[in-house]
C-alpha cells in the first residue's frame, strides 16, 4: 500500500478545483465564464512581450545568480523609490520564481517545525497549505467583515498573549476581501510586532490595485520586515511566474542558500521581460480603469440580486459576498453555480475553513462584457 507523508496531507486549493472544472466545460462547449482565480484577462505589457521575443530570438536563455538579474534587482529597487519614496538597496531583492517561491523561502529561512505562526482569516489558502506542510502551526486571526476586515495590532498582541508567535503573515489590499490596511494601523501592526518578537511578512502582491487609497509598503515604517511581491496581477503577468523579495540585509544570505537547491533561479527570459513592466504604467493603468468599471457593477449589482458584500472592495480585484441567504454550503453551490449557469467563482471555504461555508469571492479581473454577463445569469438564477 502507497504511504504518502503527513505534509501532504493539506487542503486542495479550491479556486484551481473550479478553475479546472471550468476549464472542461469550456473544452465541451458550454459558454462559461470564469470568476474563479485571480488572472487578468488582459496579456503582459507590449513593452514585456517585445522584450521576450528579443530574448528568444538571441536564444541564449540561461541560470542567473539565485538572487536574479542585476538589472531586475535594480530596476525593483527604483520602484521602490519612485512609488513609494523608500530607498531600498537591490542587494537586499531577491527574485523569486512568482511570489509562491518566495513564500516558500521565507517560511524554510525564518520558521522551524512546530513554530506558530499567524495569518489573518479570511486569507489566502496557500499561506495555510505551505506552512502546514512544513510542519508549522497555523494561527489564524479573524479579521471580521464590517468597513476594515483587517489585521489590527490588538488581535496580533491577543494571539501571542494566548502563546508566543514567531511570525505575523497579512495582505493589504488582501484576498479574498479586498480590504486595505491603514496607513496608522500598518505602523501599529508593524510596531507591535518588533515589540513582541514577531516577525513581520507583508503580502504586496496586489499593491497598485487599490481604489480609495495610496499604496503604503510595510518598508515604510521598518526596514527588518520582509516584503512579498509580484509580477503576476497589476502588471497582468501570471503565467510567466515571476517575484520578489525585499529582505531584512541579514535574511539576504540565508534566503541565496536555499534558493540555490530549491530552483536555482527564476526564469531568465521573464527577469529580462519584467525590467520592462515598470515603464508601462499608461497601458497598466487602463487596465484598472477597467477594474473600476467592473468593480462599480458588482458594488451595485451583486447586493441587488442577493449576494450581500462580506467585506470592502477597496482593493485587489475581487467581491467576497454573503450567501447565507440562498444556502449554507458554498462548496455545493459553487458546483450547482457553474453547472446552472456557467459561471464559476471560488467558495469561500478556500479561505476560511469556520465561516467560509456562507461566502463566496468573485474575480474581477476578466473582461468588462464578461462580468456583466455573469451577473445578469446569477440575477436570473437567484431569482
Known sequence: MTVFSGRSAVEPFHAMDVLAEANRRRAAGHPVISMAVGQPADPAPLAVRGAAERALRDGRISYTDALGL???REAIAAHYHDHYDVSVDPARIAVTTGSSAAFNLAFLV?????????????????????????????????????????????????????????????????????????????????????????????????????????????????????????????????????????LPKEAVRPIERVAQSLYISAPELSQIAAVEAFGATAELEAVKSRYRRSREILMRRLPEIGLALAAPMD???????????????????????IAETNVAATPGHDFDPIEGHRTMRFSYAGKVEDIEEAVERLADWLS
Open 315 to 337: 482593493g485587489a480585484f475581487y467581491a467576497y459576498c454573503d450567501i447565507s441567504r440562498f444556502t449554507n454550503d458554498s462548496m455545493d453551490f459553487a458546483h450547482r453555480m
Open 70 to 72: 542585476k538589472a531586475l
Open 110 to 246: 525564518y520558521f522551524d517545525p512546530g513554530d506558530r505562526v499567524a495569518i489573518t482569516r479570511p486569507g489566502y489558502p496557500a499561506y495555510r497549505n505551505i506552512l502546514r506542510a512544513l510542519g508549522l502551526e497555523v494561527v489564524e486571526i479573524a479579521t471580521g467583515g464590517g468597513a476594515e476586515a483587517s489585521l489590527t495590532a490588538d488581535a496580533l498582541r491577543a494571539a501571542h498573549a494566548e502563546k508566543p508567535l514567531k511570525g505575523v503573515l497579512f495582505a493589504s489590499p488582501a484576498n479574498p476581501t479586498g480590504a486595505v490596511i491603514a496607513p496608522a494601523a500598518l505602523r501599529d501592526i508593524i510596531e507591535t510586532a518588533q515589540e513582541l518578537g514577531i516577525r513581520v511578512i507583508s503580502d504586496e502582491i496586489y499593491h497598485r490595485l487599490s481604489y480609495e487609497h495610496e499604496d503604503v509598503t510595510a518598508l515604510s515604517f521598518a526596514a527588518d520586515v520582509t516584503v512579498i511581491n509580484s509580477f503576476s496581477k497589476y502588471y497582468c503577468m501570471t503565467g510567466w511566474r515571476i517575484g520578489w523579495m525585499v
